[in-house]
């Protein structure tokens, strides 16, 4: 579920592979998606809240910040890199950075597993996710022994009804599918073990972030899981799970996630869903990058960055037919926006003297489907990226940064790792 998949509801691939039934249903998708626009609203009970320094009863306004918060430059950046040099154990900042793709996060699922089979996963001091990338960030956070439950929500058989349209009662709805089956999915998996180990490792200074898009204010809202859990029971879990599901909610596909919050004494709601309607993936908040600043600490760390989607394809003819042609260029945008997200952070990392990784579903492969979530059609995406790490062929772009280069950040007096 990345940038621009929010925006292909309705979208029908004229992938002769994809069943003639699925095509079908795509096919209803532009139809009812232009009825929905004239329905009646839903009425919200409450308003969004005049700013974010407004948080959800019982956590603090830290828990979430917006991309483009300037809390993350300055000292707090440099407290926070200081704590993660503090967390590396093996002195070095590994970054790994899930995307979105909805059916296609299998794929990351297959990587990071293959990655843990060949001894070549390191424990990451940080990691990020978006939509589908956000789903698997928390097993991916707390390491290979957690791959057994990762792979079963991202291939088992209940993953099949995922997206269960309505019918015709979705003209009433804010979306096409209940999102039932989602909630169920995420609350399966988001235990409060799960939780309460999140807390414990974040508690060293790692950090676990995961990105939605507050349609209120169209802006990129980053949470910190880690904070999240940190708050320990029930109350931490329903949070940490709705910020997962809104996280991986396409707008119009699946329902939005309402999120109250407080401020004043006075109760408010956030509409937040996919983070990748306003970024593909992340490694930094927003902020950072444009502001050009100066981070010290993070010289020699590792950026992994984990694409759940082709970003270069073969030519294939497009059928002269309205649906073939909308369904081709929005899937143009959206491979054309994570490049730039790509160049960005390679040029983040190539300042800053990081290394740089990327893995990426390869343009030889079968075109993948993200709105196919049959578990035979996910199995074959993570089997994929599973043997592709394997292999030792994952990584299809590696940058390694040297120790200076020009117009790079100076490493001096950065500071060290543990003694």
Not at 103 to 116: D, H, R, V
Not at 333 to 356: D, E, G, P
Not at 371 to 400: K, Q, V
Request: hydrophobic share 40%; with cysteine; net charge neutral.
């Amino acid at each position: 579920m990345t940038r621009v998949e929010s925006f292909r509801i309705g979208a029908v691939s004229c992938n002769e592979r994809i069943p003639k039934r699925k095509n079908r249903w795509r096919a209803t998708l532009p139809v009812i998606s232009l009825l929905l626009s004239g329905c009646v609203t839903v009425p919200r009970e409450l308003p969004p809240p005049p700013d974010l320094q407004a948080a959800p009863p019982s956590f603090s306004p830290l828990v979430r910040s917006l991309g483009t918060d300037p809390r993350f430059t300055g000292l707090e950046a440099r407290e926070r890199i200081r704590r993660l040099r503090l967390a590396a154990t093996d002195g070095t900042i590994d970054i790994l950075a899930l995307s979105g793709g909805g059916a296609s996060g299998a794929f990351s699922a297959g990587a990071l597993t293959g990655l843990g089979e060949r001894g070549e996963r390191p424990r990451y001091e940080v990691v990020t996710g978006v939509s589908a990338g956000a789903l698997a960030a928390p097993f991916a956070f707390l390491g290979s022994h957690w791959d057994r439950h990762m792979n079963d929500a991202f291939t088992g058989e209940h993953i099949r009804h995922l997206l269960r349209p309505r019918g015709l009662g979705a003209l009433f709805e804010p979306s096409l599918s209940s999102g039932r089956s989602l909630r169920d999915l995420v609350d399966r998996f988001i235990t409060v073990e799960l939780v309460e180990e999140i807390a414990r490792e974040a508690s060293t200074g790692r950090m676990l972030l995961v990105a939605t898009t507050d349609l209120d204010r169209q802006e990129t809202v980053l949470w910190d899981m880690g904070l999240i859990a940190s708050r320990k029971g029930e109350p931490a879990r329903r949070l940490f799970r709705d910020v997962l599901i809104a996280s991986a909610s396409v707008p119009g596909l699946l329902p939005p996630v309402l999120i109250d919050v407080e401020a004043d004494g006075r109760d408010y709601q956030e509409m937040h869903v996919d983070g990748g309607a306003s970024t593909p993936f992340f490694i930094a908040p927003e902020i950072i990058h444009l502001a050009g600043e100066e981070l010290g600490g993070l010289c020699g760390a590792n950026v992994f960055i984990l694409v759940n989607g082709q970003i270069e394809v073969p030519a294939r003819a497009t059928a002269v037919a309205i649906i073939p042609i909308i369904n081709r260029s929005f899937s143009s945008l959206m491979m054309h926006m994570t490049r730039i997200a790509i160049a960005n952070t390679n040029a983040f990392a190539r300042r800053h003297l990081m290394n740089f990784r990327l893995a990426a579903i390869p343009a030889d492969a079968a075109e993948p489907d993200w709105l196919d979530f049959e578990p035979s059609h996910m199995r074959e995406l993570h089997d994929l990226g599973r043997n592709r790490a394997l292999a030792g062929n994952l990584w299809s772009m590696t940058n390694i940064s040297p120790t200076s280069a020009e117009g790079a950040i100076s490493c001096s007096g950065q500071a060290e790792g543990p003694e």
